[in-house]
């Protein structure tokens, strides 16, 4: 029996393109893949979820023009994953990855971009001269719908390079479209956490941090598209029960550690706050009240127990709560 010859080496790194009615957008994200430049080869995987626009015509357009490099895989909306009687993406996510051939893989939503031509380079460069560390990201800016500038996102503290699981709990600092990771860290188990969550990245974040460290790129190399997508269609007060929800979960269900839950308790205290903003906002009196007590109640232990954590609730957090509870309950 003959052994086949030449059979196509696998690339070092696996792009996944997440794309819903992105086509408006679709067209800038590929290209600004397209323009990477690295001394490694690198596949393109495009996870097309059922798009009611054009977009599927336009990642299609682009399987034909460069087919070598170009994979589209359009997803069978029969298998989608609904969660609480809602469709997710979560189908079209783990699918992608998992078609994913490389040793790396990066992450990118169709309506965001990179910036930086070396991205890729920089960032496998890094995960390939440090074994230890699960995966990497970046700073990026943040632009409006028709792509101009709002701001740059500033969310890791000066000097902090090195991002572990009690960081996650507290509070998420990573943008999907700047994270590259390892792809040996996706088995089984971790398919069947992400599977059953509202969100996909931030679930893929904590797991990432349970296989080593994740090291922070203080550089500008993307562009995230704020209040498009799915997000833009999430209520105030869903995020951040979504939020405790999906931490809660991974440490009942991934991985149970009393140290791990003392940070997340902790740190809890800005998730209820913000829960309470929007409860305060949807004029829901009585819930909004009840929420406040038990945030008052966390603040109180953060105090006690005089632990620094990432985002702290202040006076100036209350003080500003208790002006919009007293108002509403006519006090």
């Given at each position: 029996?003959?052994?086949?010859?030449?059979?196509?080496?696998?690339?070092?790194?696996?792009?996944?393109?997440?794309?819903?009615?992105?086509?408006?957008?679709?067209?800038?994200?590929?290209?600004?893949?397209?323009?990477?430049?690295?001394?490694?080869?690198?596949?393109?995987?495009?996870?097309?979820?059922?798009?009611?626009?054009?977009?599927?015509?336009?990642?299609?357009?682009?399987?034909?023009?460069?087919?070598?490099?170009?994979?589209?895989?359009?997803?069978?909306q029969?298998?989608?994953?609904?969660?609480?009687g809602?469709?997710?993406?979560?189908?079209?996510?783990i699918?992608?990855?998992?078609?994913?051939?490389?040793?790396?893989?990066?992450?990118?939503?169709?309506?965001?971009?990179?910036?930086?031509?070396?991205?890729?380079?920089?960032?496998?460069d890094f995960?390939e001269?440090?074994p230890?560390?699960?995966?990497?990201f970046?700073?990026?800016?943040?632009?409006?719908?028709?792509?101009?500038?709002?701001?740059?996102?500033?969310?890791?503290?000066?000097?902090?390079?090195?991002?572990?699981?009690?960081?996650?709990?507290?509070?998420?600092?990573?943008h999907?479209?700047?994270?590259?990771?390892?792809?040996?860290?996706?088995?089984?188990?971790?398919?069947?956490?992400?599977?059953?969550?509202?969100?996909?990245?931030?679930?893929?974040?904590?797991?990432?941090?349970?296989?080593?460290?994740?090291?922070?790129?203080?550089?500008?190399?993307?562009?995230?598209?704020?209040?498009?997508?799915?997000?833009?269609?999430?209520?105030?007060?869903?995020?951040?029960?979504?939020?405790?929800?999906?931490?809660?979960?991974?440490l009942?269900?991934?991985?149970?550690?009393?140290?791990?839950?003392?940070?997340?308790?902790?740190?809890?205290?800005?998730f209820?706050?913000?829960?309470c903003?929007?409860?305060?906002?949807?004029?829901?009196?009585?819930?909004?009240?009840?929420i406040?007590?038990?945030?008052?109640?966390?603040?109180?232990?953060?105090?006690?127990?005089?632990?620094?954590?990432?985002?702290?609730?202040?006076?100036?957090?209350?003080?500003?709560?208790?002006?919009?509870l007293?108002?509403?309950?006519?006090?």
């Open positions: 029996m003959e052994v086949q010859k030449n059979i196509a080496k696998p690339p070092l790194l696996s792009v996944c393109i997440f794309a819903y009615n992105h086509e408006k957008f679709i067209t800038q994200a590929i290209e600004s893949v397209l323009g990477q430049k690295t001394t490694f080869d690198f596949e393109i995987l495009i996870g097309e979820d059922g798009s009611k626009d054009i977009t599927p015509d336009i990642v299609k357009n682009y399987e034909i023009k460069y087919p070598e490099k170009i994979k589209v895989l359009f997803q069978d029969s298998k989608k994953i609904y969660i609480n809602n469709p997710t993406g979560r189908y079209n996510f699918t992608t990855l998992q078609t994913c051939r490389g040793k790396y893989i990066a992450l990118l939503d169709g309506d965001d971009y990179w910036t930086d031509p070396l991205k890729l380079q920089k960032q496998v995960l001269g440090n230890s560390f699960s995966s990497v970046s700073k990026i800016i943040e632009i409006d719908k028709n792509g101009a500038f709002i701001k740059n996102i500033e969310r890791v503290p000066k000097g902090v390079y090195n991002i572990n699981t009690a960081y996650l709990l507290q509070q998420n600092v990573i999907t479209c700047s994270f590259t990771f390892r792809k040996s860290i996706i088995g089984e188990k971790e398919i069947c956490y992400i599977s059953k969550m509202p969100y996909g990245d931030v679930p893929l974040f904590l797991v990432a941090s349970c296989f080593g460290p994740i090291f922070y790129i203080n550089e500008i190399m993307s562009a995230y598209r704020k209040d498009v997508g799915v997000m833009k269609s999430i209520p105030k007060t869903k995020k951040p029960i979504n939020s405790m929800y999906l931490r809660e979960y991974f009942n269900e991934y991985r149970n550690d009393k140290k791990l839950w003392a940070e997340y308790s902790l740190g809890q205290g800005f209820l706050f913000k829960l903003q929007g409860l305060i906002a949807e004029n829901k009196n009585a819930e909004a009240i009840k406040y007590f038990h945030l008052f109640k966390n603040t109180f232990k953060t105090w006690l127990h005089r632990k620094k954590i990432i985002r702290e609730v202040t006076f100036r957090h209350h003080y500003n709560l208790l002006k919009k007293l108002v509403l309950i006519k006090f």
